[in-house]
Antibody
Framework: EVQLVESGGGLVQPGGSLRLSCAAS????????MNWVRQAPGKGLVWVST????????GYADSAKGRFTISRDNAKNTLYLQMNSLRAEDTAMYYC??????????WGQGALVTVSS | QSALTQPPSASGSPGQSVTISCTGT?????????VSWYQQHPGKAPKLMIY???KRPSGVPDRFSGSKSGNTASLTVSGLQAEDEADYYC???????????FGTGTKVTVL
């Protein structure tokens, strides 16, 4: 069974940093591209970032460029999102997703990030 | 990129059909056959329902179908059931760098 389990969410002050992790199991992790997608409370889905299977290529939404860094450790079957210079508008549920056929075919349960003083 | 445009709401009675549109541009929906659809129940993670415009993942009922014409994609739910009441989002790939753009979301109500 495919599982994606996010961790690392929480309350952080504006300007602070947080690192999200996503532990993957049930599939061959290093053969899949992976993504982060976020959803602000009561709002829609927004793509944040994508990383290819060996970590050599990444992509970011404009809102994440220069502040967020996606990475992966294929030996640990884990995806990461390092988030710096956090703003109130980054408050959201962050989902880890598996990329397949240009879609998000598997989703984690999400990690809630709240940016507030 | 701007979000794809979906109607805020749609509704139908049990057994009826409902169709949700997803309008983009020639740079996203119209330019690639990489449209996908997601169902999200309150408090839950989204679930993939359709990928590559019209393909269904294993386990998704054939009541769900997808299509595309020009810059507009559509999701049709036939034989509406109570459990189909949820938010639905479309998504499209927008090019070689593979950023994705999502739709604005549609709340489907089963009357």
């Amino acid at each position: 069974e495919v599982q994606l389990v996010e961790s690392g969410g929480g309350l952080v002050q504006p300007g602070g940093s947080l690192r999200l992790s996503c532990a993957a199991s049930g599939f061959i992790f290093d053969t899949y591209w992976m993504n982060w997608v976020r959803q602000a409370p009561g709002k829609g889905l927004v793509w944040v970032s994508t990383i290819n299977s060996d970590g050599s290529s990444t992509g970011y939404a404009d809102s994440a460029k220069g502040r967020f860094t996606i990475s992966r450790d294929n030996a640990k079957n884990t995806l990461y999102l390092q988030m710096n210079s956090l703003r109130a508008e980054d408050t959201a549920m962050y989902y880890c997703t598996r990329h397949r056929a240009y879609s998000h075919d598997q989703w984690g349960q999400g990690a809630l990030v709240t940016v507030s003083s | 990129q701007s979000a794809l445009t979906q109607p805020p709401s749609a509704s139908g009675s049990p057994g009826q059909s409902v169709t949700i549109s997803c309008t983009g541009t020639s740079s996203d929906v119209g330019g690639y056959d990489f449209v996908s659809w997601y169902q999200q129940h309150p408090g839950k993670a989204p679930k993939l329902m359709i990928y590559e415009v019209s393909k269904r993942p294993s386990g998704v009922p054939d009541r769900f179908s997808g299509s595309k014409s020009g810059n507009t994609a559509s999701l049709t739910v036939s034989g509406l059931q109570a459990e189909d009441e949820a938010d639905y989002y479309c998504s499209s790939s927008v090019g070689t760098n593979l950023p994705f753009v999502f739709g604005t979301g549609t709340k489907v109500t089963v009357l």
